[in-house]
């Protein structure tokens, strides 16, 4: 058996044995129906969180009011949530109020879909009131009791079935999907946060394509900031294998959604990288030399760029690209840091104050040696600083 099920029930054996009804249960379970690889095992139980407390040794406290402890056993956490039942939702994201149970189908009850509301004990014995291994078994997705009151509590799970649907290859039961389309306008009390985490996931699932179908079919892409300005045609003929790649290929096709990205939330790195991809673009179509292109953009992105241009069809400039790939590990330079001179080197040169000069001047002996026509060596450039490049009226020029 896999060996966090075999860990984990080492705790559900203590919570068994002090009084306690405790199982492995949500996704974890769901998983191990369908023979896929387990990240992380989830418990759930009667005991009260102080209950749990008093009966390990290394508990971490990261939602006690919601019933969540997590327990570090073999150095591996484990979330441990007592049965509870929700409160109203009067803002579409979470309950106003948790309050704990002492039965374990009330707290599958409150689950979204029916695979994730499966329990199973530390003998591999299922508890399955709402059919999810029937579901798993019709490839379908559907929720716990009515749609409506699934998406009207969360709105974010209609984004979860879309990924769950890309991620499993699942369809969508009928009715979940008319409440989807019913329901989509939900989407905007939904942190753009939340709606990202769950489509990165989305983008990396073998049946995206077909989720984003779904997306527009349903409208909730209409309600989804960025994605609404994207033009429906544009967003099902991508072919990409992650969200930042679509973004990339969105902006090149349509450069007036780049001000739309600051709505996602992203990271400044995931922001830059998208940027990066759409001004690669920019220099291919305008002609720069491949040794420029293979200098002012990091591998990473002339390799993603190469890779979504192969399935986009974004530029034809496909040999200034490959030579650009073929250049990047052997520049003389990866940037102006590495040059052998500074500042103070020409200032001491010039005899003459910092100003925009110097930026002008390392930018000239930059491209020298860039180019292979000036040697990276200290003695050299200044040699050739002196005999080359004039310094007049604050700004520098090469002189022939």
């Not at 994201?93 to 994730?116: A, C, G, K, W, Y």
């Not at 984004?159 to 989807?180: C, G, K, P, Q, Y």
């Not at 077909?210 to 033009?231: N, S, Y």
């Not at 250049?327 to 080197?345: E, F, M, N």
């Amino acid at each position: 058996m896999h060996t966090l099920f075999e860990t984990g029930a080492k705790i559900i054996k203590r919570l068994n044995d002090n009084g306690h009804e405790a199982f492995f249960v949500g996704g974890c379970v769901r998983d191990f129906h369908m023979r896929r690889d387990i990240q992380d095992v989830d418990i759930t139980t009667d005991a009260k969180p102080g209950e749990v407390e008093a009966l390990f040794e290394k508990t971490i406290d990261v939602g006690k009011a919601h019933g969540t402890i997590i327990i570090m056993t073999e150095d591996i956490p484990f979330e441990v949530t007592t049965y509870r039942t929700d409160g109203a939702y009067t803002n579409h994201r979470h309950p106003d109020e948790v309050i704990f149970s002492n039965h374990l189908n009330e707290d599958l009850q409150r689950r979204d879909f029916t695979m994730n509301a499966m329990a199973m004990d530390r003998d591999y014995t299922f508890h399955d009131p709402y059919d999810g291994r029937g579901a798993i078994e019709r490839h379908e997705i559907t929720t716990v009791g009515r749609p409506s009151d699934r998406f009207g509590e969360d709105a974010l799970r209609m984004v979860r079935a879309l990924r769950f649907m890309s991620v499993l290859n699942f369809s969508i039961e009928e009715d979940t999907e008319a409440a989807m389309t019913l329901n989509a306008h939900l989407l905007k009390h939904v942190s753009v946060e939340r709606i990202i985490t769950e489509f990165k996931k989305m983008y990396g699932g073998a049946a995206l394509a077909e989720a984003k179908l779904k997306l527009v079919q349903t409208g909730l892409v209409r309600h989804i900031p960025f994605f609404a300005d994207i033009g429906e045609e544009d967003l099902l003929r991508s072919r990409v294998h992650s969200l930042l790649d679509e973004l990339a290929v969105q902006i090149i096709k349509s450069p007036a959604l780049e001000g739309g990205l600051s709505h996602l939330k992203l990271s400044r790195k995931e922001v830059g990288f998208v940027k990066s991809c759409a001004a690669l673009h920019g220099a291919l179509e305008d002609g720069m030399h491949p040794l420029k292109i293979a200098y002012s953009f990091d591998e990473d992105v002339i390799g993603r760029f190469s890779a979504v241009n192969d399935e986009n069809h974004l530029t034809d400039q496909y040999p200034a690209l490959s030579e650009a790939a073929s250049l990047k590990k052997s520049l003389p330079i990866s940037s102006k840091q590495d040059l052998a001179v500074g500042g103070r080197d020409l200032m001491a040169l010039f005899q003459s104050r910092s100003g925009p000069w110097i930026k002008e001047c390392l930018n000239i002996i930059e491209n020298e040696v860039l180019f292979g026509r000036l040697k990276n060596e200290h003695n050299d450039i200044i040699d050739w600083v002196r005999r080359h490049v004039k310094v007049e009226s604050g700004s520098a020029e090469i002189t022939e």
